[in-house]
């Protein structure tokens, strides 16, 4: 019975450190006002980002972008845009607290994106 509990608690430590040790490692990369990333299309200009990869991901970016590049994102992604007189703009909630949202200005022709696991 002791041997078992043992193990218990020595696997819920070792999982416990290796949760802390990814979480707390990743060092997020933030870029200002550059000109293309792989992710974008090369239409993108002028894009500012943070992304923190691995256990608790987030990705935040904005951009200038054509507004038919911006559809043919949208599209590849999945977001299901509402239209408004100037604007498009999607959510999509997780339980856990994350999700995107996503708005795109029709008149300056601005992208902004929010996502996280959570």
């Given amino acids: 019975m002791i041997k078992k509990l043992v193990i218990i608690i020595s696997v819920a430590v070792i999982f416990y450190g290796l949760f802390i040790f990814d979480f707390l490692r990743r060092e997020p990369i933030?870029?200002?006002?550059?000109?293309?990333?792989?992710w974008l299309p090369s239409s993108a200009t002028d894009i500012s980002y943070y992304k923190?990869?691995?256990?608790?991901w987030i990705k935040?970016?904005?951009c200038s972008?054509?507004?038919?590049?911006f559809l043919k994102v949208a599209e590849k992604e999945g977001w299901k845009l509402?239209?408004?007189?100037n604007v498009f703009f999607y959510e999509k909630r997780y339980p856990n607290g994350g999700g995107v949202t996503v708005y795109y200005?029709?008149?300056?022709?601005?992208?902004?994106?929010n996502s996280s696991h959570r």
């Fill in 30 to 38: 933030i870029e200002k006002h550059v000109d293309s990333v792989d």
């Fill in 52 to 56: 923190r990869n691995g256990f608790g």
């Fill in 60 to 62: 935040k970016y904005k």
């Fill in 65 to 69: 972008i054509p507004e038919d590049d």
């Fill in 82 to 85: 509402k239209e408004d007189e």
């Fill in 105 to 113: 200005d029709k008149d300056s022709k601005r992208l902004s994106v």
